[in-house]
């Protein structure tokens, strides 16, 4: 290991030390030097690059080796922080210009001042007050409203990390780790549950704002989701309990001669969740869709049985506890789109589910008839329902549908 991979390994725990609520994502990145990055870089995989020329002067420049540690440990918050901001998800949705959008990424994210860490002397990062523009506001607002000469304050391109556009030191990285959706949010939302037991006032206000958003399901499925599941539940156990005189009635003794039916059926909760795994959800679509089924999870507390489905049907995995999540490496999927296969697989599973749930983008053909057992649709997007997106009504009313408002 050579003697500036070794400070840049201290300068994470350093980081860790003084900022523990990152931890978990600062040790899951791996470390590559490589002069093709102009000073330091992440994607979405939690890979860093980093330039030992560039980290070689900025360690010289300083004459006390606390304040580099700081220094470094500044510029590693700073490229995780991309990476949990799902900057890289939001620069694809937008389809912007990369450099513009690195400038917009760093404004959101460089207004937090951490205790312990100090911003690179070296290479300054960009702030909003340079460009006397408000702090708190996101990327998409700093993008809309940077100057035209924003370039005339220099930042380091930040790597796919941000933007989503990969640059040559990724490209040719041999032996990339990938760290899938699912465990990308889980990552997400342990940060997230870790920050939000930080003291009152140790958090910027931008951090408290990402903490809600990514803890705090984007609807109120209390009101909303939950109580549909209920309703929906209850009407398909009522279709699979009937009174029966095959098995005799624990009260039949009370009153005999009088001969009374007993009810016969499961009265267990079955709830199937159809899950969208084509190619339209990869990224933030599936991350969420993951974090939602995760709120059901943990609310509903029944056992749930997830189907991954694309145009075609894969195995079912059967989860009993929101931590079940965990176990999913990768869900299946990729291609095309069709919910109606997973919607039959579902119907013909044993037990008979109560109900069941769709998590798609809604880029998938409909069923053009309602079934024996209640089918709700939660359709992920941006700001309102998109009128090709919605099931067909009818025969779907608008109570079996919830929009989930894709997290931005």
């Known amino acids: ?23 978990p994502a600062l040790y899951r990145c791996r470390i590559v030097l490589t002069e093709q990055v102009p ?7 939690y890979n860093t690059y980093w330039n030992p020329r560039s980290i070689a002067l900025l360690i010289n420049s300083l004459s006390d080796r606390k304040r580099g540690l700081s220094e470094l440990g500044f510029i590693w918050i700073h490229e995780i922080s991309h990476v949990l901001r799902e900057h890289f998800n939001r620069a694809s949705y937008l389809g912007v210009d990369s450099i513009k959008w690195n400038y917009a990424a760093d404004l959101e994210i460089n207004d ?22 408000p702090s708190g506001r996101t990327a998409e607002w700093y993008y809309n409203n940077l100057p035209e000469k ?25 032996n990339p780790q990938i760290i899938n959706d699912i465990n990308r949010t889980i990552l997400q939302r342990d940060i997230a549950r870790r920050l939000k037991s930080a003291k009152p006032g140790t ?3 931008g951090w408290n704002v990402w903490i809600k958003n990514t803890l705090e399901p984007k609807i109120d499925w209390k009101k909303i989701l939950r109580n549909r599941l209920s309703t929906a539940i209850t009407i398909g156990r009522g279709c699979r309990i009937d009174y029966t005189y095959n098995k005799t009635n624990r009260r039949s003794t009370v009153y005999a001669p009088i001969i009374l039916p007993t009810l016969a ?34 609310e509903a507390h029944r056992n749930v049985t997830l189907i991954p489905c694309d145009a ?14 965990r176990t999913l490496l990768k869900l299946p999927g990729g291609g095309g789109t069709n919910m109606i296969k997973g919607i039959e697989f579902a119907t013909k599973q044993c037990p008979i589910p109560d109900t069941i ?52």
């Open 1 to 23: 290991m050579s003697d500036i991979e070794n400070t840049i390994r201290l300068s994470r725990a350093y980081a860790a030390k003084n900022l523990p609520w990152f931890s």
């Open 265 to 298: 059926g499961t009265q267990s909760n079955q709830l199937v969740v159809v899950i969208d795994t084509s190619g339209s959800m990869k990224g933030q679509p599936l991350e969420q869709a993951v974090g939602e089924l995760y709120g059901i999870l943990k």
């Open 203 to 205: 958090l910027p206000g």
């Open 112 to 133: 937090s001042e951490w205790e312990g860490l100090l911003p690179p002397t070296l290479f300054p990062p960009v702030t909003p007050n340079l460009y006397n523009l």
């Open 150 to 174: 924003y370039v005339s304050f220099k930042i380091w391109d930040d790597g796919s990390g941000v933007h989503d556009k990969y640059r040559p030191w990724e490209k040719e990285d041999k």
């Open 39 to 45: 000073i330091a870089a992440i994607d979405k995989n």
């Open 357 to 408: 749930l769709v998590l798609t983008d809604g880029y998938t053909p409909y069923p053009t008839e309602k079934y024996n057992i209640p089918v709700l649709f939660g359709i992920l997007g941006h700001n309102k329902l998109e009128e090709q997106a919605t099931p067909p009504n009818p025969p779907w009313k608008e109570d079996t549908v919830v929009f989930i408002d894709l997290a931005k």
């Open 312 to 325: 075609d049907v894969f195995q079912t995995i059967e989860l009993k506890s929101a931590q079940d999540i």
